[in-house]
């Protein structure tokens, strides 16, 4: 299990991988029955991210958005745990 950091106020300087930033109006962008929640920095490459409502309360898998990294993971009260490979 990795920890999730949790930015208080939004300084883009300070998302280091495994980081998340909640949305000061979350559910007012996006899909109305899953709209965006915060943003997230992979935390295996560190680009960062919206994710979504079911995202953010691990309902749903998070996969990351680079080109280049294939991180897969979902969030808990625990922190970030990771697909197990097969």
């Known amino acids: ?3 999730l950091h949790v930015l208080e106020e ?7 991988p495994g980081t998340v930033f909640l949305l ?3 559910g007012t962008q996006g899909e109305a029955r899953n709209p965006y929640w915060a943003v997230l920095s992979c935390p295996k490459c560190g680009i960062i991210g ?3 409502k079911n995202q953010c309360s691990g309902l749903e898998a998070v996969i990351c958005g680079s080109n280049t ?10 922190g970030i745990r990771y697909r197990a490979p097969n």
Do not use: G, R
Not at 10 to 16: D, N, R, V
Not at 69 to 78: G, K, N, Q
């Open 69 to 78: 990294c294939s991180a897969e993971f979902w969030l808990d009260e625990d």
């Open 10 to 16: 939004w300084i883009p300087e300070q998302m280091a």
């Open 1 to 3: 299990m990795v920890e």
């Open 24 to 26: 000061e109006n979350p």
């Open 50 to 52: 919206l994710i979504k």
